[in-house]
């Protein structure tokens, strides 16, 4: 899991600094085809079929979420810190929390309830609305973390119903079939200095995908999940590294009580064991 989130903070920031000069639906284009990679290469290894699905419209309305939620992240990067909207992406297992109670009838403590709050208002603190460092891009990353959140939703109620690699190979063909339709209309021609990066892109955004489903299938979700954390080091790193952003007091802030209200939300998602005896 911690290996994934390097990669997938490496594509980010690889897709902020190709946001520039090519449309953000081809620059998700490629990323996505790189998911489709990815779930390619895990059926290989794993010599399993994940094209059988009793559920294909909730497959295919994930796919949609999955897609425009990456191509609304892509535009956030071009107007914002990477650092600022890897922390507000965050939000999303907030966002879990409210649609599973919405949609799933989940119950949620007045803890649970607490967190959502802290989480939200260290959303608020990074991005400041109402004072001049605010943009309109971190309204349209909090929208992208919605819709990966719904998405993730979505896969609780897939959760035993399609394997969870049926669930990401239908996300991947879905993806790349809806951005495939519109890339003659958006394509720019890749120069050859620019060909290798996003064969880097590509393959970070493939090989990340890979390594979260696998550390999935080894290990519960509630033990792996609060490395997905580990990202804003790596982002942090690549921000200062390559674009010169040094977080402020704000953003550092922000993410601090964003991540901790989120590790308590996954701790509080941990199953109880109830102990027999002394031991």
Request: contains cysteine.
């Amino acid at each position: 899991m911690a290996l994934g989130m390097f990669s997938f903070g490496s594509a980010d920031t690889i897709a902020k600094f190709m946001a520039g000069g090519y449309h953000p639906l081809q620059i998700v284009g490629i990323r996505q085809t790189g998911l489709l990679v990815g779930i390619t290469l895990f059926v290989m290894f794993t010599r399993q079929n994940p094209f059988h699905t009793k559920a294909p419209k909730m497959q295919l309305f994930r796919g949609l979420c999955a897609t425009v939620s990456a191509f609304l992240f892509v535009i956030g990067l071009r107007y914002i810190p990477l650092t600022d909207a890897s922390s507000i992406a965050f939000v999303a297992p907030f966002f879990v929390t409210i649609l599973g109670v919405v949609f799933l009838r989940e119950q949620v403590g007045i803890r649970r309830i607490a967190a959502i709050i802290a989480g939200f208002l260290g959303t608020m603190v990074i991005i400041r609305p109402g004072f001049d460092s605010f943009h309109p891009a971190y309204l349209v990353v909090i929208v992208s973390a919605f819709l990966f959140a719904t998405r993730q939703v979505i896969s609780r109620s897939l959760a035993g119903v399609d394997p969870t690699v049926t669930t990401v190979a239908f996300t991947a063909l879905t993806s790349v079939f809806l951005l495939a339709l519109v890339q003659p209309f958006v394509w720019k021609p890749i120069p050859r200095e620019d060909v290798i990066l996003f064969m880097v892109y590509a393959a970070c955004s493939g090989f990340g995908e890979f390594l979260v489903i696998k550390a999935l299938e080894i290990a519960q979700a509630v033990v792996v999940a609060p490395l997905q954390y580990t990202m804003i080091f790596w982002t942090t790193g690549y921000g200062y590294l390559i674009f010169g952003n040094i977080p402020d007091i704000y953003t550092v802030i922000g993410a601090a009580i964003i991540i901790a209200s989120g590790l308590y939300t996954l701790q509080r998602s941990r199953p109880r064991v109830t102990k027999v005896g002394p031991f």
